[in-house]
Nanobody
Framework: QAQLVETGGGLVQPGGSLRLSCAAP????????MGWFRQAPGKEREFVTA????????YYGDSAKDRFTISRDNAKNTVYLQMNSLKPEDTAVYYC?????????????????WGQGTQVTVSS
């Protein structure tokens, strides 16, 4: 059962922007590290970015550096992913995840809760 709900996906042209949101209705994730992963057809789930519970530390995968920004609002129990300069290769289902004590923030297995994902398609 998904504990997280992603919104904001859609179709965007190359070079465009999207802002994804991840809400956690009914559960407090303020003490959790929150991450975004993505999965394209036929490929493994890929780490995009993560943010620690306080928001003091952020981490980015190579594909997200300099283009994507993760942020969180613990008062709203929501995490955001701002994606700029989107490319066709960014097309994937994007998943939000929460981890209480991840050993490796880039490893899907270390996350405790997942959303059902939101489709992002970058195409002209």
């Amino acid at each position: 059962q998904a504990q997280l709900v992603e919104t904001g996906g859609g179709l965007v042209q190359p070079g465009g922007s999207l802002r994804l949101s991840c809400a956690a209705p009914g559960r407090a994730f303020s003490r959790y590290t929150m991450g975004w992963f993505r999965q394209a057809p036929g490929k493994e789930r890929e780490f995009v970015t993560a943010i620690t519970w306080s928001g003091g530390n952020t981490y980015y995968g190579d594909s997200a550096k300099d283009r994507f920004t993760i942020s969180r609002d613990n008062a709203k129990n929501t995490v955001y992913l701002q994606m700029n300069s989107l490319k066709p290769e960014d097309t994937a289902v994007y998943y939000c995840a929460a981890a209480l004590n991840p050993l490796n923030i880039a490893t899907p297995h270390d996350y405790d809760y997942w959303g059902q994902g939101t489709q992002v398609t970058v195409s002209s």
